[in-house]
């Protein structure tokens, strides 16, 4: 495959998209499905409701009032035998409602008087059974309740463990080594001068998690080819994400030592700013290595161009929709390729925050999402394709 160089925006992510291999499946327990990507699709195991049900407190009757009420059904049971004319039980929201009802009386429009009940409907009412929820009123045994591709949230699981599932088949979540890379950097403690506190690997660590991925390590790695080398050798994530010596600097070592390990670089920069310097390549076995610039803001374009598409591709997961907001200030025209640029919403549309330049996270932090300034889209009015803040919690 010949290297996209400076390889444009839409098809850098197409790329990444095709060559991730997709990982095999599990299952797993409801408890620990939040997040996950069904595998398989969730078909509801039972008609839901199973049974007709009361969609309210108060009785079952059967034919014209008064009633006589025989007792109440309990919640948790069926009824024992039909409801005889004239007749009256007691149930409860989601009651099995016995053969041979013909209403559901509500509890605030009766009253029960030496066993007989009497109904006291308001104005204009009727009896009928439109406070029942008829059997399969929300799902037939059988029915898709969840595709798969999806992520899993909280809803779609509990609708899988009312249709009566106990586990569902979830895909393997792909793992990921973060190699940091860079004599100055330290993984801890206070900024000095002439040392530069590793912000990039916190970041990029939700922002797997968030893409679906696991991060199994992260590793600092010196200036060295030799050493960058054999970091690539030893990891056995899915994907190796480097940070920084990407570029073509005497400090940049990692198209060296991708040769050295016999990897096909198949992204070589990418237009884009910030970002360009983002590297993606083929180990021989198959596995990904992500080369992201050393800047926190063009960490996250670079991750956005070649990681997420492909920790996405790896499960399967359904691809997201496109969305478009109005841009809301006009923009320096830029005809190197498309900008990535963090946003705040304002009554006009989308605007930039006040922190964009690459090595800032204060306006990724502050922000609403990243937009997509395509060349040609720099004007205020012009809808541009946004994407969601993919680092925060939702």
Same mark, same amino acid.
């Given at each position: ?17 095709? *060559? ?8 797993? @327990?409801?408890?620990?499905?939040? &997040? ?26 059967? +034919? ?99 249709? +009566? ?22 993984? /801890?403690?206070?900024?000095?001068? +002439?040392?530069?506190?590793? /912000?990039? /690997? ?20 010196? @200036? ?7 970091? *690539? ?11 920084? &010596? ?42 990904? #290595? ?25 499960? *399967? ?39 964009? &330049? ?5 306006? *990724?932090?502050? /922000?609403?999402?990243?937009? #997509? ?7 205020? &009015? ?13």
């Amino acid at each position: 495959m010949a290297a996209l160089v400076r390889g444009e925006w839409d098809a850098v992510r197409r790329v990444s998209t095709s *060559l991730a291999k997709p990982l095999a499946s599990e299952m797993c @327990d409801l408890a620990d499905a939040y &997040g996950r990507v069904l595998a398989s699709d969730v078909r509801s195991l039972v008609d839901l409701p199973a049974a007709d049900v009361s969609a309210m407190d108060g009785w079952a009757v059967s +034919g014209e009032g008064p009633w006589q009420v025989r007792g109440r059904l309990v919640n948790g049971t069926t009824p024992d035998r039909p409801l005889g004319a004239q007749e009256a039980v007691g149930i409860g929201t989601g009651g099995v409602v016995p053969v041979g009802a013909t209403a559901i009386v509500r509890r605030e429009h009766g009253d029960v008087i030496e066993g007989q009940l009497r109904w006291a409907p308001p104005a204009g009412a009727a009896l009928s059974l439109k406070d029942v929820r008829p059997r399969g009123d929300e799902a037939h045994r059988g029915d898709v309740m969840v595709f798969a591709g999806t992520r899993l949230d909280s809803m779609s699981i509990a609708l899988a463990a009312s249709t +009566g599932h106990d586990e569902l088949e979830v895909a393997i979540i792909p793992t990921v080594d973060l190699l940091v890379t860079g004599d100055e950097v330290d993984l /801890s403690g206070l900024p000095v001068p +002439g040392r530069v506190r590793d /912000s990039v /690997s916190p970041a990029l660590n939700g922002m797997v998690r968030g893409a679906g991925g696991s991060v199994q390590n992260v590793l600092p790695v010196p @200036d060295d080819v030799a050493a960058l080398a054999a970091q *690539l050798l030893a990891s056995t994530a899915d994907i190796v994400i480097t940070s920084g &010596g990407t570029a073509v600097g005497e400090a940049d070592h990692l198209h060296d030592a991708l040769r050295l390990v016999r990897a096909e670089i198949v992204v070589d920069r990418v237009a884009v700013r910030p970002g360009g310097p983002t590297v993606l390549a083929i180990l021989p076995d198959g596995r990904l #290595v992500a080369g992201l610039p050393g800047n926190p803001l063009a960490a996250v374009v670079g991750f956005l161009a070649v990681v997420e598409p492909a920790l996405r591709a790896m499960t *399967l997961e359904t691809e997201r929709p496109c969305t478009y907001e109005r841009l809301g200030t006009d923009l320096d025209r830029f005809d190197g390729g498309t900008r990535i640029v963090p946003f705040i919403r304002s009554d006009a549309g989308v605007v930039p925050t006040s922190w964009t &330049g690459s090595s800032m996270l204060r306006g *990724l932090a502050s /922000s609403d999402g990243l937009f #997509v300034v395509r060349p040609g889209e720099a004007t205020a &009015g012009t809808s541009i394709e946004t994407f969601p803040a993919v680092w925060r919690l939702v």
